[in-house]
């Protein structure tokens, strides 16, 4: 099992911008996919944005394109998702996960961490 921990959610203004990260330790960090997901109060957890092993394939919900970057550190066991000109549809836990193949699919990511909550204020 892989443990993961996510840091740097917070409050920031609509406009803003934060710098998610995700440490992962445990079993074996490759070869892995990992994703964002995100749970606002109310509503299911959603994917966010994933990226493969080495980096080469990338993808993002369509509301947060142009605006979010994921990116990761293999040799540092960390992956990170910067998020740009934020806005307060964008507040929710943010969420990182492994999955054993590159997917969107919420159920086929194994390992989760606990959240960290990102607020942005309108």
């Known amino acids: 099992q892989v443990h993961l921990v996510e840091s740097g959610g917070g409050l920031v203004q609509a406009g803003g911008s934060l710098r998610l990260s995700c440490a992962a330790s445990?079993?074996?960090?490759?070869?892995?996919?990992m994703g964002w997901f995100r749970q606002a109060p109310g509503k299911e957890r959603e994917f966010v944005a994933l990226?493969?092993?080495?980096?080469?394939?990338?993808a993002y919900v369509d509301s947060v394109k142009g605006r979010f970057t994921i990116s990761r550190d293999n040799a540092e066991n960390t992956m990170y998702l910067q998020m740009n000109s934020l806005k307060s549809e964008d507040t929710a836990v943010y969420y990182c996960?492994?999955?054993?193949?590159?997917?969107?699919?919420?159920?086929?990511?194994?390992?989760w961490g606990q959240g960290t909550q990102v607020t942005v204020s309108s």
């Open positions: 445990g079993r074996t960090f490759s070869p892995s996919a």
């Open positions: 996960a492994v999955a054993e193949r590159v997917t969107t699919r919420r159920d086929e990511y194994d390992s």
């Open positions: 990226i493969s092993w080495r980096g080469r394939t990338t």
